[in-house]
């Protein structure tokens, strides 16, 4: 007589418990993060300032209060005040279009926004030679009204805009995408014009977003190289931004002037920082 096996007999298959994740790892990603951080951050901060103060403070503020110097971080603020609320402008509107409504070219205009950060600054600005340059029929064209654009402020501010305009587009699309339509239809059956609608329903919800985009758009209007390279024609005390200048002085082998201003745009990229931090604790 066959007798059945009591309950203890019984062998359950134990589950696979994953085995926990052994503690090197998260101590080896934190040791490469930092080698990173210090070998591509920390190092040249440090490199940067050392050098500009190697001949002393007196010769550091001589460099910056020096006239070429000055106009150059003059340039470089105007340009920078001119093309982000150029870029403002352009990144609310189209943002708004593209994600509030429906129309034709949809696809095609989210892609042209696209466009500068992925062709090379320097081709854009050869671009904007083509288009506004002395031996074009558009530039004889200014050229006869006395107003030029190649080798003068308005040509870096061109291409500045140009470099710079995708940058508050790409914050705020996303979000207002994922926002919806609703209260805007709401607002919109309520009796709001376009303008109430947009003022009081839209821009609220995005307006951390916007401040963000002005920020990136900010730093790098401030520390554009290659189109304005092209466009400005090196002009000296009058062409030359910030950047420019800095790279003039290092090809001189004045390095000591160079990195002294080198470390304005740094401070501003710092000051720039520092702005996204206070507004992501307001933010929280």
């Not at 004045?254 to 002294?260: L, P, Q, S, V």
């Amino acid at each position: 007589m066959s007798t059945s096996p009591g309950p203890d007999s019984l062998h359950y298959p134990t589950p696979d418990v994953p085995a926990p994740p052994l503690r090197v790892v998260p101590v080896l990603l934190i040791i490469v993060a930092l080698v990173f951080v210090v070998l591509l951050l920390v190092l040249p901060l440090v490199l940067i300032f050392s050098q500009a103060f190697s001949k002393g403070i007196g010769f550091f503020a001589e460099s910056i209060a020096d006239p070429t110097a000055w106009s150059a971080i003059k340039l470089t603020l105007l340009v920078a005040a001119i093309s982000v609320p150029v870029n403002i402008v352009f990144g609310l509107c189209a943002s708004w279009a593209v994600a509030k409504f429906q129309f034709p070219g949809k696809a095609l205009l989210v892609a042209l926004i696209e466009l500068p950060l992925s062709v090379s600054p320097v081709v854009s600005g050869l671009v904007f030679i083509m288009l506004f340059g002395a031996h074009t029929l558009l530039g004889e064209w200014l050229i006869e009204r006395n107003m030029q654009v190649i080798f003068a402020v308005p040509g870096i501010v061109l291409a500045t805009v140009f470099v710079t305009f995708p940058y508050v587009a790409r914050q705020l699309i996303p979000l207002m995408q994922q926002q919806g339509p609703e209260l805007e239809e709401v607002s919109a059956v309520m009796g709001a014009s376009g303008f109430q609608m947009f003022w009081h329903v839209t821009l609220p919800r995005v307006k951390w977003a916007l401040v963000y985009g002005v920020i990136l758009c900010n730093a790098r209007a401030m520390g554009e190289f290659g189109a304005v390279s092209v466009v400005s024609g090196h002009i000296r005390g009058q062409t030359n931004t910030l950047p420019l200048h800095v790279e003039i002085l290092y090809n001189e082998y004045n390095f000591a002037a160079a990195f002294a201003c080198a470390s304005v745009l740094v401070l501003l990229a710092l000051i720039t920082l520092v702005i996204k931090h206070v507004i992501e604790r307001l933010e929280n």
